[in-house]
């Protein structure tokens, strides 16, 4: 089950506890990213913000699937230069971000996560499609 309000406002652990003590042991929940790390930081600079998002999330226990980001519509694909520690101008940038993210997070966890990505918006298959950067950047 998308945890989605996650985008939007901080959830308490001990909520996303009673979440997972209300459902079977093999029930998994995906939370998406707040908006605070996926929008407006655009993964820069946001530690703080992701080590207390995680710290809430960890109140699902075993149920905690994966955690997945929505990328930013204004974050269109097209080649640009990036910077780490930069906030990414455009999709391929913020994918580029994903493995030192993940990083961030197993810092944060000390455990493996799972990462999603979720898209939504045309600006992110052109000419220069999603495909084309997750292959170009992972393959």
Request: aromatic share 10%; with cysteine.
């Amino acid at each position: 089950m998308e945890i989605n309000s996650s985008f939007y406002q901080p959830h308490q652990r001990a909520t996303y506890a009673r979440w997972a003590e209300g459902t079977p042991g093999t029930f998994r929940f995906s939370v998406k990213l707040p908006r605070a790390i996926t929008h407006a930081a655009r993964l820069a600079r946001c530690d703080a913000l992701l080590k207390a998002f995680v710290e809430q999330v960890q109140g699902l226990g075993p149920r905690q699937g994966c955690l997945f980001m929505q990328l930013a519509p204004r974050l269109a694909m097209a080649p640009s230069r990036w910077s780490p520690g930069t906030p990414a101008r455009s999709g391929e940038e913020m994918l580029a971000m994903v493995t030192p993210w993940q990083l961030a997070v197993l810092k944060v966890v000390a455990t493996p996560v799972k990462l999603g990505l979720l898209t939504r918006s045309p600006v992110h298959f052109g000419a220069h499609t999603f495909h084309t950067s997750l292959r170009k950047i992972y393959m």
